[in-house]
């Protein structure tokens, strides 16, 4: 028996030790968490959607809780609601957030282009552009598969003649399918901002034609016609600086093929 003892009983105190030093430990090296952050974390929606430039709602939250310069209406999704809601949390003063819609440029549907190869496989654009560089003429369009639609949460994006199309009524702006994309073909807009370039080849002129007819040939005429600067044709892309545009769609009526468009993103 006392054999027995003589065994258990220093196991039993350095037990008792090794636990005393972890308790310690804890205490002493314990972070401690902003006791608003549970509060913070709780107004946001959970969409985890990267919308606010940080790594999801809790990213979100602890920038909000860290530093006092981050503004609270940077979630989109969930509007104006949320912005509030965050507001009285913090002890900031509300500001309205900006509302935006995603955009899809590229108008190469199948009356304007056509496929190159007869791709069998998954139904994917990533799986598609990842063996053929995509199936249709054009590289830089879009490949028609839907991964944005499988992707957006609101089911605000369909694919219509081999091409994703927008429905901005139910689009929150969470940005989901702009990083879904594999040809990086959908950005974010501001509702007000609805002038957009509807095309993303950079070809030159003659070899976009050849793979779609309604394509931005880099003629410059949208360029030319816009007085207040706001359009400039980079790498044969026509581009649109929104600080600058006024939306007076003067370049819309002089563009050569068309791919410049107006879309009224707040209906």
Known sequence: MQAILTAVIPVVIIGILCAAMLVVASKLMAVK???????????????????????????????????SSVPANLCVPGGEGVARELSDALGVEFAEVEAKAAVVHCLGDCDATEDA??????????AAKMIFGGKGKCGYGCIGLGDCAEA????????????????????IGCGICVRTCPNSLISLHKTTSTTVVSCSN??????????????????????????????????????IDYEKCTSCGECVK?????????YKLSE
Do not use: W
């Open 152 to 171: 957006c949460p609101q089911d605000a994006i369909y694919i219509s003649k081999g091409i994703a199309m927008v429905y901005p009524p139910e689009c």
């Open 202 to 239: 950079r070809d030159k002129g003659a070899a976009t034609r050849k793979a779609c007819s309604n394509g931005c040939i880099g003629c410059k005429k949208c360029e030319k016609a816009c007085q207040f600067d706001a359009i400039k044709v980079k790498n044969n892309l026509a581009e």
């Open 117 to 126: 190869v007869d791709y069998k496989g998954m139904e994917s654009c990533a």
């Open 254 to 262: 002089v563009c050569t093929t068309g791919c410049i468009k107006i």
């Open 33 to 67: 968490e902003d006791e608003r952050f549970p509060k913070v974390r709780e107004c946001l929606p959970g969409a985890n959607c990267g919308a606010c430039g940080y790594a999801g709602c809790d990213g979100y939250a602890k920038a909000l809780v860290d530093d």
